[in-house]
């Protein structure tokens, strides 16, 4: 190619000299670190996690799948449906109302509220289901009274419902707040300067702005509604069949040594924690490019 | 469409943000409240839109009492200080977004809300941005989308809170030619919230100058510069140097010397006399100031140096570049224009033409 020696269109360029990062550790240290976390994390996760549905497979996928033809198996999945069905939506509703109420007024015992909404984080889940159980039990302050109008809460479907909306208060409130704090109030001032009306801004402007935080939070408030065992386990009463949600059915079939259908009844709540994991990083992924879009907005 | 304000008070729970102002805005002016930070300026303007309820007071739309009126059946236009376009929305959709929300009986068909929206672009220059997220956009065109948003609902009076306080200089400066030509196009009642006294003085019909709540002075530009009406306006408009005097028998002192102002100054006591860098010429040192030059810097157009008066105040004067000065250099300063505020508020000022002095007092 002599056209290029006598005409070099571009100067050859410098190889970059491979310079080590300002910040860093020697290339060992670099991999022991990597090394320890990757390993910790394939020690106390992922191996549990496969031992879950090797267990449940372990006997083929016939017994596999035979597991979830047993009745109370499909009982159990409905009942953990229907509770999820009515205690998300119960707390999609709150955590809005909530995140609103604590972003947009100033009002008397403001902090104290957003204090309560975090009580279900540091609260045991057993103490939570206990509670339920002195309100609303037989010998319970308003339980006898209910009782008495054909309404039965403790070991019954109410029960798990208000026990479970108890456990996932918080998740929708506690990713609202800090969104709409940073947002502040100026679209929906702007909606109102041009003649919108309250539901007008709230569809139109506040909830596509919180959309992708509203998302998330009702993913993760979905994930521990299905999977939520301590509260539920103390106002269920484990009545096969009616009161049992899938956590509290994995846990007889275990104590019965049916540990095929424990397992299967586990890797399908397993299989659930992992789509909600993937649907947290896409939405992550989409949320971040929003928030990041809002920032420079 | 004019507004009148009576004794309006904003407390924000023991903080008093306005106390008890008087401010008639006229029809089609444009006016700016000027005032550093704190001084209520955004408060007042939020009132006014009914963004805010007043402690006390009331607010007149033409001779409608707006007081208990909601913001949106105020029909205010506003435009916020960091524009607050619907981010999910695009162009069209966040000027239109006014018409689409009026009840099903007033509300334009499609197609006109389209043409208004066309037509409003046109009117911002900004035609062919109809189908972009506000994302996309530069600051000023955002401005120009907030602006457009606004007018699209035909509002009553125009508010903007510091319509340029998020812009580079460029920007600015463009920005604000091209808003004083839509207002003196469209003739919206304009009130815009500031606190560069340049963008005040430069762009509006009236400036109302805001401190602490109160108002300081209403004037227009030439009025605020030339003749401001306290100490506060003297300082926050424009640069001034003050020096404190003692004023006897109509005469007035600097430390020990005597300064030749040509008037007789009615009042006694202490006060203190304020002049603008521009104000001073060099005297011969027939009643001047002796003072010492400590320092020098090009200002613009003009040469500012800082001097110490024999007394020890500091002073700044402007002198035209090509007069040559150095550090340590002594000059005798005689002030052009001046105004004394004595301690209880009074003030007086005067010039020195070239014939003799003229005094004007007020206040």
Same mark, same amino acid.
């Given at each position: 190619m002599a056209t290029d020696e006598t005409f070099p269109l571009d100067p050859p360029r410098p190889r970059a000299l491979p310079v080590p990062p300002p910040i860093g550790e020697t290339a060992p240290a670099r991999r022991i670190l990597i090394g320890a976390a990757i390993g910790f994390l394939a020690l106390v996760l992922a191996l549990p996690l496969a031992g879950v549905f090797t267990e449940g497979l372990r006997k083929g996928l016939g017994a596999y799948l035979a597991a979830f033809a047993d009745e109370d198996a499909l009982a159990a999945i409905r009942l953990t449906l229907l509770v999820a069905a009515i205690s998300v939506p119960a707390n999609l509703v709150f955590g809005v109302a909530a995140a609103w109420a604590i972003t947009r007024f100033s009002f008397p015992g403001k902090s104290a509220l957003i204090t309560l909404i975090d009580l279900p984080f540091s609260v045991s889940p057993v103490v939570s289901g206990l509670v339920f159980v002195l309100l609303f039990g037989a010998n319970g302050l308003v339980g006898p009274w209910l009782a008495a109008h054909g309404l039965k809460v403790i070991f019954a479907v109410p029960g798990l419902v208000l026990a479970t909306i108890f456990v996932t208060l918080p998740f929708v409130a506690r990713e609202l707040i800090p969104i709409m704090q940073a947002q502040g109030s100026a679209d929906e001032e702007a909606a109102l300067t041009l003649g919108a009306d309250g539901w007008t801004i709230f569809r139109r402007v506040t909830l596509p702005n919180i959309k992708w935080g509203l998302l998330y939070g009702v993913l993760l408030c979905n994930a521990r509604a299905m999977g939520e065992f301590g509260a539920v386990s103390v106002v269920s009463g484990h009545i096969r069949g009616l009161t049992n949600t899938m956590p509290l059915q994995v846990e007889i079939l275990y104590n019965e040594y049916d540990f095929v259908g424990a397992f299967a009844m586990a890797s399908v709540l397993a299989l659930l924690a992992l789509v909600t994991l993937v649907l947290k990083t896409i939405l992550e992924w989409r949320y971040g490019d929003e928030l990041a879009r809002s920032a420079r907005h | 469409m004019g507004i009148r304000i009576r004794g309006l008070a904003k407390d924000f729970g023991d903080f008093p943000a306005l106390h008890g102002l008087d401010l008639d805005i006229r029809s089609g002016e444009l006016l700016a409240l000027l005032g550093p930070s704190g001084s209520g300026k955004t408060t007042l303007l939020r009132v006014l839109a009914g963004l805010e309820q007043p402690t006390e007071g009331r607010v007149f739309f033409g001779e409608e009492d +707006?007081? &208990?009126? !909601?913001v949106r059946e105020r029909r205010v236009g506003f435009v916020f200080q960091h524009y607050a376009l619907f981010r999910h929305m695009t162009v069209a959709d966040n000027i239109a977004f006014g018409l689409t929300c009026k009840p099903k009986s007033e509300r334009p068909s499609g197609a006109e809300i389209k043409r208004r929206v066309e037509e409003l672009l046109e009117l911002v220059q900004l035609p062919t941005l109809a189908k972009r997220f506000p994302s996309q956009l530069s600051g000023g065109q955002r401005q120009r989308v907030a602006l457009a948003r606004a007018l699209a609902v035909d509002p009553r009076v125009l508010f903007l809170d &510091? !319509?340029?306080? +998020?812009?580079d200089a460029q920007v600015r400066k463009d920005l604000r030619k091209w808003l004083r030509d839509i207002h003196d196009r469209t003739g919206y009642t304009t009130v815009f919230v500031t606190h560069d006294q340049d963008e005040a003085l430069e762009l509006a019909d009236r400036v109302v100058v805001l401190n602490k709540g109160r108002i300081e002075q209403i004037g227009t530009p030439d009025e605020i510069y030339d003749a401001p009406a306290s100490p506060f306006v003297f300082d926050f408009i424009g640069d001034a140097s003050r020096i404190p005097v003692g004023v006897e028998h109509g005469r007035v002192a600097i430390g020990g010397t005597r300064l030749d102002l040509g008037v007789d100054v009615l009042g006694a006591g202490p006060a203190t006399l304020f002049v603008r860098p521009q104000h001073w010429r060099l005297g011969d040192g027939n009643g001047g100031l002796p003072a010492t030059v400590t320092a020098t810097r090009r200002h613009g157009t003009a040469r500012r140096l800082d001097l110490t008066l024999d007394g020890g105040t500091a002073v700044e004067i402007d002198l035209a570049p090509e007069i040559a000065v150095a550090v340590g250099d002594r000059l005798t300063l005689a002030p052009t224009r001046w105004r004394i505020f004595f301690e209880d508020g009074r003030s007086i000022g005067g010039a020195l033409g070239e014939t003799g002095a003229s005094a004007r007092a007020a206040g």
């Open positions: - | +707006a007081s &208990e009126t !909601p &510091e !319509p340029f306080g +998020a812009l």
